[in-house]
């Protein structure tokens, strides 16, 4: 015969179990709608204290209203055909804040009353939910930037093989272009934290060949900042212009020289002008070079532009690109165009230098800053406060800000993404009136775009 102690003992080791699990049980009267639940039940629907009574109306007015039909269809087939009900999907809690729960339960019936109930238990999933979008966040970037690569290379490897005359020519023509690609891919990871400038890009596609410091220069804006996508197009154009320069042009002699030069255009744009002078007489090829036909396609794509000029006095390419750090919008935000007076906006970003950069932006046109907050806990702790916009990096660490993103979406709030490494598209996708901004971007462009936000009718 069991002991009552032992009885006891196994009842404490239960409770436990469900504390340490974080477990809220629930049994529901499908007659009545009614439910028992247990304190942790209703935590997780953001309650602290047990609430007088439940029911399954609650229970579905908590559930997102984008999840509310599906939840519905799985309670109508379980009571149809007495199977188990088992779900996930999202919760607006009490509090405000969105969570993600998963729960199981089974048909039993009560002997007291006749009627069919059904208990079970529920958890809160937010975190492996949140892993998993991680996880396809950088899946998905990863198999972006391979195709984005493999492209790239095949691209090399076709036009190569064209021009080349000897398979000693297409391999050091090959390799030395892999060799480009290479470093523009190892200064963007270097400089990932900061802004990518003309003048990196520059200094790093010149750097193998080593010119006398009177046979080349560099001059202008060149701290204007590029995007990785661009910075790479560029290194490889430069690339293309300088081991054409050794082999034909302005540096293949002792008196040929180099120059670089940098200019600010409309807002958001600038223009780079590599030319060379006191070189061997200049001819226009016959066909288009590779660095041309490569600036061309994939420039093009985000915006940018090239001219080649075959001048008898020497090779002038003009390229036309998207910076940042444009002294026109700097001079429109601080004019007063883009003031923030009186307004709450939540900045979210784990690098501190961007976040205290983006503190001290913002005040100077009068908002009221929310954070900076560097964790993601810290930040959804927040959201109940409603700011009149958020600005949020998308990645924290080894966190997403979408969950963040999805709470203040949920109340309204106008949210601007910045982000060094998430494709725009998918973040458009899911928050359509979300303004997306890549990293490197100015101060200035990140107040001019949060008072078109603000601004902005429903």
Not at 147 to 157: A, D, F, I, T
Not at 347 to 355: C, K, N, Q, S, Y
Not at 367 to 372: I, K, N, T, W
Request: charge should be negative; charged fraction near 30%.
């Amino acid at each position: 015969m069991t002991e009552l102690t032992e009885l006891d003992g196994e009842a404490d080791h239960l409770e436990l179990v469900l504390a340490v699990g974080e477990i809220g049980l629930w049994s529901l009267d499908t007659t009545t709608g009614r439910a028992w639940r247990s304190l942790r039940h209703d935590r997780i629907f953001g309650y602290e204290t047990l609430l007088p009574s439940w029911s399954y109306d609650d229970f579905l007015n908590h559930v997102v209203e984008d999840d509310r039909e599906r939840v519905a269809a799985t309670f109508g087939a379980a009571l149809r055909d007495r199977t188990s009900w088992s779900f996930d999907c999202r919760i607006l809690r009490a509090d405000g804040v969105v969570r993600w729960i998963a729960a199981h339960g089974r048909h039993l019936s009560d002997p007291e009353t006749g009627h069919v109930r059904i208990i079970g238990h529920v958890i809160d999933i937010t975190e492996s939910k949140e892993a998993e979008e991680r996880l396809r966040l950088l899946t998905s970037e990863l198999n972006h930037r391979t195709r984005n690569m493999l492209s790239v290379l095949q691209g090399m490897v076709r036009m190569s093989a064209r021009r080349a005359e000897s398979v000693t020519d297409l391999e050091r023509s090959l390799l030395g272009r892999m060799e480009a690609l290479s470093r523009s891919h190892a200064l963007t990871v270097q400089l990932s934290d900061s802004a990518l400038r003309v003048s990196d890009v520059v200094d790093s596609a010149m750097s193998p060949f080593a010119p006398e410091p009177d046979r080349f220069s560099m001059s202008g804006a060149t701290g204007a900042t590029l995007e990785p996508k661009i910075a790479e197009s560029l290194s490889l154009a430069l690339y293309e212009l300088t081991t054409n320069a050794i082999k034909y042009g302005a540096l293949s002699n002792e008196t040929g020289r180099v120059s670089v030069e940098v200019s600010r255009l409309a807002p958001g744009r600038a223009r780079v002008v590599w030319r060379e002078s006191g070189g061997p007489r200049v001819t226009a090829p016959e066909r288009s070079g590779f660095g041309s036909t490569l600036l061309r396609s994939i420039l093009r794509a985000e915006e940018g532009e090239v001219r080649v000029d075959f001048a008898e006095e020497g090779v002038i390419c003009t390229i036309e690109l998207p910076v940042g750090q444009d002294a026109a919008e700097s001079e429109r935000a601080t004019q007063g165009e883009a003031r923030l007076a009186g307004r709450r906006v939540m900045v979210v970003e784990d690098e501190f230098l961007i976040a205290i950069s983006l503190e001290m932006a913002l005040g100077e046109q009068g908002a009221l800053v929310e954070g900076p907050f560097t964790k993601l806990d810290d930040a959804r702790r927040a959201v109940s406060s409603r700011p009149d916009a958020a600005v949020l990096d998308v990645r924290l660490g080894s966190d997403s800000s979408l969950p963040l993103a999805r709470d203040l979406a949920a109340l309204g709030v106008p949210l601007l993404f910045v982000t060094g490494n998430v494709d725009g598209e998918e973040l458009k996708q899911e928050f359509p009136r979300a303004q997306v901004l890549s990293k490197p971007v100015s101060e200035d462009r990140v107040v001019a775009e949060l008072k078109r936000l603000i601004e902005r009718p429903d």
